[in-house]
């Protein structure tokens, strides 16, 4: 197997100046996706075979309203047989070979490259990516593919072996330590089972494929469950299933079902044949599965990200230029909506004035518009609730800070949400500090003294992401060791705050964001989706 590497592909077509040939696969991607997937009713997939419920979901592009495709509204009883089919598939699988389950792995990465621009473009309709955003998400997933392909080669599968001599001394009776025949061991990690994989709309691809491979891969078989309800990608969900079963996942190895949280959702987190949880979302719905399950008397692994409050801290001492440009991606990327996008900066007061002037200046160039559209950087919000929090945090804004920009709804002519990103200057106490808005919505407040950036940086209950702009060694060495964040990023132009590349960054949240405080590709991650067994045998 090669070394890992970055799919990378809008850099490769751009830096080898092929950046129209880019344009054209997707805009040809958009037209057959529009002309040949939209509007079709899809199933479940349970076993390896189709499934309908009793009643239908309708999902919408957030873009225009034009319908997607219609879906099962999944039950318990949905879950409960993707439960079963899953287990009854759990002996096979994880007696597989790794190598063979990393061959199969790989091939999915393969799959997912060669229709990469076809599923980045229903990406894109389906939650209103860019197209620069959709082609780096399926990229990730590609990634992720590859990197824990290569982590359980290079690991041999998690199995290590050792022994202890045989002694010819003897004793009456045994004892911690005592002198005894050869002893041979394996430490060997195992999969747990069935996975409960449950999805966000915000990374449908990307965070749905790394969930599902470092289940798979491990030997686990999956129940996948997309976001179903008010933030629908279930489409997403589909094309995924179809890589993994075509690139020779057996059948009720992964299984696809939809539905609502409170049904889908509930039953994987309670159900006694579900060995582990997956899961990346908002805080109080990861809270509530936590809670459902210990209160069963279950005590499975729980493998969640659930968000962030993430601040950036633009110092006297930074590069005003590299703190606008990385700030205004990472807080109006994908129109805010991602759990690592910066919501709050804390600047030096001796430079407020000029980094507020120079942000101000950067968002009046991002445009606000249909997503599919070269030109446009911010598309819509995913969703009608999305933009009554937008409109909530505004008038919050506007009783008790100050509104420095945008603000107000942006009439496209499409029917979808769209808004103007929003800046406000406020007070650190103030509650849009403090929650998750998971919208283009940023707060900016000023300090006095590094320390007490710090403090404020650290005043949430949060810790996925946070950012520093600064050129004193001093600062930067204080943030690296005060910061509770898990993911943390130092004078970066492309993005204050997002961004991680696989194999290079892991992202991983502290305190609220996460449990386990180990994130996806790391090393590490593939460990959580495993339990370890002593095995001795005496000779």
Known sequence: MADFKNEFTYKKFLESGREEEFDRLFDNAVAKVKKEVLG???PMYIGGKEVFANE????????????VG???????ESARQAIEAAYAAFDEWSNLDYKERARIMDRAADLFSQRKFEISAMLSIENGKSRYESVGEVDEAIDFLRYYSLDMIRNKGYVRRASLEASTAKVKAGFQ?????????TVAMRPYGVFGVIAPFNFPISISVGMSTGALITGNTVVFKPSSTDNMTMLSGIEIYKVFRDAGVPAGVFNYVTGPGSEVGDELAINPMVGGIAFTGSKSTGIGMLKKSYEAGLLKPFIVEMGGKNPVIVSKYANLDYAVSGVASAAFGFCGQKCSATSRVYVHESVKEQFISKLLDKVRTFKVGNPLLKDNYIGPLISGSALSKYKSAVQE?????????????????????YVEPAIMEGDHKNVLFHEELFVPFLSISTYKKFDEALAMANDVPYGLTAGLYSEKKAEIKEFVKAIKSGTIYINRETSSSTGAIVGLQTFVGWKSSALTGKGSGSRFYLQQFMREQSQTLVR
Do not use: C, M, W
């Open 40 to 42: 079709k009713k899809h």
């Open 397 to 417: 804004a506007s009783k008790n800070g100050r509104v420095i920009f945008g603000g107000k709804s942006v009439d496209t002519g499409l029917g979808g949400a």
């Open 56 to 67: 239908e979901l309708v999902e919408y592009s957030p873009i225009d309203k034009t319908i």
């Open 177 to 185: 330590g005592a002198p005894g025949r050869e002893e041979k061991v």
């Open 70 to 76: 219609t879906f099962q509204k999944g039950t318990r």
